[in-house]
């Protein structure tokens, strides 16, 4: 999953409106942030198997402290205590915690039997990434249910809230479509800083289009 946990955080801004979209974007990356900082680290690894199918081309099974449950629940907890300390807004709290837990479910349905329940735990997965077109559809959905959501929930404040909030949706979906045909990367560092570096610039794209813009008329401002 890339745009499916995206569209998660974009969906989640029409129960949380005071919550930043930044914030709701890192919520369900969360996993996919702390995973490139313990590859690099050496706490967890990413190998790279080849193939014709670019969903199953990198081999992610050693990654227990990022991705399992346990560990997803512990650091969505985690989460919503600094954003509840933070802020005081107790929805957007338990909204950010469910979103770290998310990325869980959405993988859980997407990979391999490679999802650890606990660190050193049995490891589950539909792998719905086994086909290409199965996942873009149920992924593109997602996608565009999420970004739909959120655009009925918020307006624009002035032109950036406009226009770059529609340039963010089209270069997460440019990205999206150029990962399927990029040739895997040389190294697991290489992979992790590039991934994390990403994440980080979309958390940051997502604070910024989201300033510019406000909870639209008649929704919810709790």
Known sequence: MFIGHFALGFA??????????????????????LF????????EKV???????????ITLDQYPLSHSLLAL????????????WRTGYGRGAVVVALLVVSHWVL??????????????????GLELWASVRGTLIVEGLLFA???????????AKDAIGRYAFWGFVLLLL??????????APPSGSEFAAVGLILTVVFVGLGVWVDRHREPSAGSATA
């Not at 989640?12 to 942030?33: N, Q, V, Y």
């Not at 190998?47 to 081309?57: I, M, R, V, W």
């Open 73 to 84: 629940v512990a650091w969505g907890i985690v989460f919503a205590l600094l954003y509840r």
């Open 107 to 124: 993988d859980f349905v997407t990979h391999r039997p490679d999802m650890p329940l606990y660190p050193g735990g049995p490891k589950v």
């Open 145 to 155: 249910a999420g970004v739909a959501i959120y655009a009925r929930a918020t307006r």
């Open 47 to 57: 190998a790279f198997a080849g193939g014709t199918n670019p969903f199953l081309s």
């Open 174 to 183: 440019a990205l999206y479509v150029a990962s399927l045909f990029s040739p």
């Open 36 to 43: 490139p900082l313990f590859v690099m680290l050496g706490w």
């Open 12 to 33: 989640a801004k029409r129960i949380a409106p005071r919550t930043s979209l930044g914030t709701l974007l890192a919520a369900p990356e969360l996993a996919d942030i």
